[in-house]
């Protein structure tokens, strides 16, 4: 069974920046499709950016240019690098993997975090 627990969630102003991580437990990681998911309050779940086991990245357009996904393999870590951040960037972000090894861009991930939440004020 994999286990995924987030962390770097917390409050910041609008303009701010954080820095999400996950550990990922199992000895396939990278192998896995990998991805960040948030649900804001009262939306529906949205794929923010996700990276295969090539490091190909995929990200919502919402997101281009300011946030940015990374792994580290040898650390079994996920990683998501938030920048000039917006109010509507509020919600709760699930790290999430998939059984190999790439991406499709949908939300159809095997594995799930509890997630980190994520508050962003104007």
């Known amino acids: 069974q994999v286990q995924l627990v987030e962390s770097g969630g917390g409050s910041v102003q609008a303009g701010g920046s954080l820095r999400l991580s996950c550990a990922v437990s199992g000895n396939t990681y990278s192998r896995y499709c990998m991805g960040w998911i948030r649900q804001a309050p009262q939306k529906e779940r949205e794929s923010v950016a996700q990276?295969?086991?090539?490091?190909?990245?995929l990200y919502a357009d919402s997101v281009k240019g300011r946030f940015t996904i990374s792994r580290d393999n040898a650390k079994n870590a996920l990683y998501l690098e938030m920048t000039t951040l917006k109010p509507e960037d509020t919600g709760m972000y699930y790290c999430?993997?998939?059984?190999?090894?790439?991406?499709?861009?949908?939300?159809?991930?095997?594995?799930w975090g509890q997630g980190t939440q994520v508050t962003v004020s104007s």
């Open positions: 999430a993997a998939k059984h190999g090894p790439y991406c499709s861009g949908t939300l159809a991930f095997d594995y």
């Open positions: 990276v295969d086991s090539l490091s190909t990245t």
